[in-house]
């Protein structure tokens, strides 16, 4: 067999960690107002580990990832109003989480809106959601199902129950234990 032109760029599958279930303190990475595929205004919040054994995860993550299309991991779509077009309950949770997380922080809002959080601490509580892949095995990803506040992470919170797809059973599902992410420390890649 002939060396594969791209052979030296493909980074090897190695050990992956996964982000560990429950409380962390998370920095706001980006805020971006949005519409969703339904037409609802929303807010693309994009976030990381700010504190702790795994600070800096999603950024690892992202740097380390050599596809074409790569991603942002850690991503709440929060819509900012109900379906009557009262403010959303999350989006209030979002701001107080934000607010007591940050002394003296307050939001502004208007135009300047989404940069004023770039930067801000606020705690979230992660949990496992199962989905399906593209070989319609059934498989679970870790995602920020809740925002709170920094100090309410600091007190301790329970791990939230997992989430299944409509109609599968309760089981116990093991994580994912390989990835082909691959921890580099430069920061020029970032999308933010």
């Known amino acids: 067999m002939n060396m594969p032109e791209d052979y030296g760029k493909i ?39 700010a504190e702790g054994e795994q600070k800096d995860y999603y950024a690892a993550l992202f740097r380390g990832d050599t596809r074409e299309n790569k991603k942002w991991g850690c991503i709440v779509y929060q819509l900012t109003h109900d379906s009557e077009g009262n403010t959303h309950r999350g989006l209030k949770t979002f701001i107080t989480a934000v607010e007591n997380s940050n002394s003296g922080f307050k939001i502004v809002w208007g135009d300047s809106f989404c940069q004023t959080l770039k930067g801000k601490l606020v705690g979230g509580v992660f949990g496992r959601e199962q989905y399906e892949n593209r070989d319609c095995e059934l498989k679970f990803s870790t995602k920020c199902s809740q925002f709170r506040s ?43």
């Open 150 to 192: 920094v100090e309410s992470i600091k007190k301790g919170v329970e791990v939230p129950e997992d989430k299944f797809l409509k109609g599968q059973k309760k089981q116990s599902v093991p994580s994912a234990a390989s990835s082909d992410f691959d921890e580099i420390s430069s920061e020029s890649d970032l999308p933010f």
């Open 11 to 49: 980074s090897a599958y190695g050990d992956f960690t996964p982000l560990a279930l429950g409380g962390h303190i998370l920095k706001i990475m980006s805020v971006e107002e949005t519409i969703s595929s339904t037409q609802k205004a929303m807010l693309k919040i994009n976030l990381d580990i």
